[in-house]
């Protein structure tokens, strides 16, 4: 399940945009380490939404939260 947008995705094709991954919470530029204490779950095309937007992913994020801040 992927952590920013809560649907499904899957670990089979890694060239799939609902391919799930880890990524990190704190970017590797700012400190962050590799550890599973500093990375989420989520679809590629979600990290790159992520990215994009530059968002500062908490542990367990939602789109809706994320949207909720631009009300």
Request: net charge negative; with cysteine.
């Amino acid at each position: 399940m992927c952590q920013w947008c809560e649907t499904a995705g899957h670990r089979v094709d890694p060239e799939s945009l609902f391919y799930l991954d880890g990524h990190h919470i704190i970017r590797r530029s700012r400190g962050g380490g590799n550890d599973i204490s500093n990375a989420y779950l989520c679809h590629r095309m979600c990290h790159t939404e992520i990215t994009d937007k530059n968002v500062d992913v908490l542990k367990y994020p939602t789109k809706e939260l994320w949207e909720a801040k631009d009300d």
